[in-house]
């Protein structure tokens, strides 16, 4: 199964300030998952953009899925010391299971 | 609502012993996924339950890795003999029945394996 590839691998902005991550996969997915992970914690979904769709909000994240680059982008605006964990992107694909990337370990500076 | 629950939390073997991890998934969630997530990496699927049926766990390895779920509801996932390159958090997730889709699935906080 695929795995799709985030980017950066880390990132570190002040607070306030936008925070973007990029995931890049290689085959077709029928829906993609972004998920949070505080250090030792599970993960908790953030948000799911189906193929068909192009945007998605849920409060200060805004994801966008472009299929024809097959790329998707995370945006969390005006970011918090909380915002501070590991995101991973996450696919969903014909064999109905999700294929996670490495992730990116965003730092939010106070 | 109670969320996935996962014992232990911390758990510190030596090599060649037996290990097991139990979960119990949300309510009503028919799917439970066990993942391994080694340090600095995303979860890997290790295997995957509808109700009590395995249906996903050509990732699991079969030699020395097991799991069950009698009942469809709480698993147990089992290492023996276990070897040093087994350290790693094992999460253990539940969803909805699978759409063909995928659905959000839930994590519980994982138990973290450390192997002398």
């Known amino acids: 199964s695929q795995q799709g590839e985030e980017d950066p691998q880390a990132l570190s902005i002040q607070e306030g300030e936008n925070a973007t991550m990029n995931c890049s996969y290689k085959t077709s997915i029928n829906n993609l998952q972004w998920y949070r992970q505080n250090s030792g914690r599970g993960l908790v979904h953030l948000i799911l953009?189906?193929?068909?769709?192009r945007e998605k909000h849920s409060g200060r994240l805004r994801v966008t899925l472009d299929t024809s680059k097959k790329s998707s982008s995370l945006l969390i605006t005006a970011s918090r010391a909380a915002d501070t964990a590991s995101y991973f992107c996450?696919?969903?694909?014909?064999?109905?299971?999700?294929?996670f990337g490495s992730g990116t370990q965003l730092t939010v500076l106070p | 609502e109670a969320g996935v629950v996962q014992s232990p939390r911390y758990k510190i073997i030596e090599k060649k012993q037996p290990v097991a991890f139990w979960c119990n998934p949300i309510s009503g969630h028919n799917t439970l996924y066990w993942y391994l997530q080694n340090l600095g990496q995303g979860p890997e699927l290790l295997i995957r339950y509808e109700n009590e049926e395995a249906v996903d766990d050509s990732q699991l390895p079969k030699d020395r890795f097991s799991a069950e779920r009698l009942k469809g509801v709480d698993s147990t996932l089992k290492i023996q003999p276990a070897e040093l390159g087994d350290s790693a958090v094992y999460l253990c997730?539940?969803?909805?029945?699978?759409?063909?889709?995928?659905?959000?699935?839930?994590f519980g906080p994982g138990t973290r394996l450390t192997v002398l």
């Open positions: 997730a539940s969803s909805e029945t699978t759409t063909s889709g995928g659905n959000e699935q839930f």
């Open positions: 996450a696919l969903s694909g014909s064999a109905r299971q999700l294929t």
């Open positions: 953009i189906r193929s068909n769709e």
